[in-house]
């Protein structure tokens, strides 16, 4: 018999979080379980400071909810065993792992450590999947909006396929990676991958590995493409084929990134939306 602390997002999947995370009462019938509503613990470090090291922790989301335990703990020094339960929409931090489609709890312990870092705006957040501004952030920030006025969700693609056509402006940027500069024209995407997908099961960073011993982030710039030809591209970015076409798609990897685009973009961090962004700078995690 074990012990379980439940955390879930009573918002996640379109507000049945609470009721999806009950499922869990069934499969661990067995063991002694207790419930908490993540929204309204206050304080979630003095929170975990208080669970026995031997217990353990099941997170009920997305990659949203998973963003903000990551950003309220120091998962570094936390002893406890963290699994992840999926009751959310947004699942590319478990499709990384293969385990998107698992109806069980899975084991995530290991990939909380050494995260890498952003800082926008003065604050500094971490990061599980990515962090990009550009239309991938226009697509965030547009189905937030959506989920504000409409109450629904809204599909990435066809968003994405709304920014390329009329409603997203490509920026210039410069990228800097480890200390070399580069200049883009017309860069309608720039994420930083952690993990290998964003925007719900696009495979930006198909060569990308979360756990590689030197810590590495990939820097994905698509630049200078019409956007006829990147709407016909956009299709292969599942399969990560689209990194075959290097006049248009530039795959760096780094330990320190800066980002500096013309004029203000909206960006997302793992899917949280920061509006009106000119600059951001990421580090990953010391080597040890």
Same mark, same amino acid.
């Given at each position: 018999?074990?012990?379980?602390?439940?955390? %879930?997002n009573?918002?996640?999947? !379109? @507000?049945? @979080?609470?009721?999806?995370?009950?499922?869990?009462?069934?499969m661990l019938?067995?063991?002694?379980?207790?419930?908490?509503?993540?929204?309204?613990?206050e304080?979630?470090?003095d929170?975990?400071?208080?669970?026995?090291?031997?217990?353990?922790?099941?997170?009920? @989301?997305?990659?949203?909810?998973?963003?903000?335990?990551?950003?309220r703990? =120091?998962?570094d020094?936390?002893?406890n065993?963290? %699994?992840c %339960? #999926?009751?959310?929409?947004?699942?590319?931090?478990?499709?990384?792992?293969?385990?998107?489609? $698992?109806?069980m709890?899975?084991?995530?312990?290991?990939?909380?450590?050494?995260?890498?870092?952003?800082?926008?705006?003065?604050?500094?957040?971490k990061?599980?999947?990515?962090? $990009?501004?550009?239309?991938?952030?226009?697509? #965030?920030?547009?189905?937030d909006?959506?989920?504000?006025?409409? !109450?629904?969700?809204?599909?990435y693609?066809?968003?994405a396929?709304?920014?390329l056509?009329y409603?997203?402006?490509?920026r210039?940027?410069?990228?800097?990676?480890?200390g070399?500069?580069?200049?883009y024209?017309?860069?309608?995407l720039?994420?930083?991958?952690?993990?290998?997908f964003?925007?719900?099961?696009?495979?930006?960073?198909p060569?990308?590995?979360?756990?590689?011993?030197?810590?590495?982030v990939?820097?994905?710039?698509?630049y200078n493409?019409?956007?006829?030809r990147?709407? #016909?591209?956009?299709p292969s970015?599942?399969? @990560?084929?689209?990194?075959?076409?290097?006049?248009?798609?530039?795959?760096?990897?780094?330990?320190?990134i800066?980002?500096?685009?013309?004029?203000?973009?909206?960006m997302?961090?793992? !899917?949280?939306?920061?509006? =009106?962004?000119?600059?951001?700078?990421?580090?990953?995690?010391?080597?040890?």
């Amino acid at each position: 018999m074990e012990n379980y602390h439940i955390l %879930y997002n009573p918002y996640a999947n !379109g @507000g049945k @979080g609470k009721e999806k995370a009950k499922e869990l009462s069934r499969m661990l019938e067995r063991n002694i379980i207790a419930y908490h509503d993540m929204t309204k613990i206050e304080d979630m470090q003095d929170f975990i400071n208080s669970i026995d090291k031997d217990e353990s922790i099941i997170i009920c @989301g997305g990659d949203g909810t998973l963003n903000r335990f990551v950003n309220r703990v =120091d998962t570094d020094k936390t002893e406890n065993e963290i %699994y992840c %339960y #999926c009751t959310g929409s947004g699942n590319d931090f478990l499709r990384d792992l293969g385990a998107e489609d $698992s109806t069980m709890p899975v084991r995530i312990t290991k990939y909380l450590k050494n995260l890498p870092e952003v800082t926008v705006k003065g604050k500094t957040y971490k990061f599980l999947n990515n962090a $990009s501004f550009g239309l991938d952030g226009y697509c #965030c920030e547009e189905a937030d909006r959506q989920r504000r006025e409409k !109450g629904k969700s809204s599909n990435y693609a066809l968003l994405a396929i709304k920014g390329l056509l009329y409603a997203y402006k490509p920026r210039n940027a410069t990228i800097i990676v480890d200390g070399v500069k580069k200049e883009y024209k017309k860069v309608w995407l720039a994420p930083t991958m952690n993990g290998r997908f964003f925007g719900g099961g696009l495979m930006s960073a198909p060569g990308q590995d979360r756990l590689n011993e030197k810590h590495t982030v990939s820097v994905v710039a698509m630049y200078n493409v019409s956007k006829i030809r990147a709407l #016909c591209i956009l299709p292969s970015m599942f399969k @990560g084929k689209h990194v075959k076409h290097t006049d248009i798609i530039d795959v760096t990897e780094g330990r320190e990134i800066t980002i500096i685009y013309d004029r203000p973009a909206p960006m997302q961090i793992d !899917g949280e939306t920061i509006p =009106d962004v000119i600059r951001c700078d990421i580090k990953s995690a010391p080597i040890k």
